[in-house]
């Protein structure tokens, strides 16, 4: 009986799609920061802080999870001091974020439709 237990276990694991395991919740957290300092003239002074994130979950099959919770944080700082004549700073802050959520399998909506 151990025996034929095991045996039907191991064929059902071994037959069983890896998928239902693929989906899980996707976190992203992202962060920069720059600091300047300019005394003088003529000084200039450039910063740029870009966050990209791009998460997707595609499910096709009926064995596979349903999409899962998609986080992202993104957070970017610039600082700069300028003193004197002619100076010029510019600063940026860019966060993109694209979160993808796609199943197909038609057993439902997604787990967590936010």
Same mark, same amino acid.
């Given at each position: 009986?151990?025996?034929?237990?095991?045996?039907?276990?191991?064929?059902?694991?071994?037959?069983?799609?890896?998928?239902?395991?693929?989906?899980?919740?996707? @976190?992203?957290?992202?962060?920069?920061?720059? @600091?300047?300092?300019?005394?003088?003239?003529?000084?200039?002074?450039?910063?740029?802080?870009?966050?990209?994130?791009?998460?997707?979950?595609?499910?096709?099959?009926?064995?596979?999870?349903?999409?899962?919770?998609?986080?992202?944080?993104?957070?970017?700082?610039?600082?700069?001091?300028?003193?004197?004549?002619?100076?010029?700073?510019?600063?940026?802050?860019?966060?993109?974020?694209?979160? @993808?959520?796609?199943?197909?399998?038609?057993?439902?909506?997604?787990?967590?439709?936010?």
């Amino acid at each position: 009986m151990k025996k034929s237990a095991l045996i039907i276990s191991t064929l059902a694991l071994a037959l069983s799609p890896v998928a239902v395991f693929a989906q899980q919740v996707q @976190t992203n957290v992202q962060a920069g920061s720059n @600091t300047a300092v300019s005394v003088g003239a003529g000084n200039v002074t450039n910063q740029n802080v870009v966050n990209n994130a791009n998460q997707t979950q595609f499910s096709l099959d009926g064995f596979g999870l349903d999409p899962q919770i998609q986080s992202n944080v993104q957070a970017g700082q610039n600082q700069s001091f300028t003193n004197g004549i002619g100076n010029v700073t510019n600063q940026g802050v860019f966060n993109n974020a694209n979160q @993808t959520q796609v199943d197909l399998d038609g057993y439902g909506i997604p787990a967590y439709p936010y």
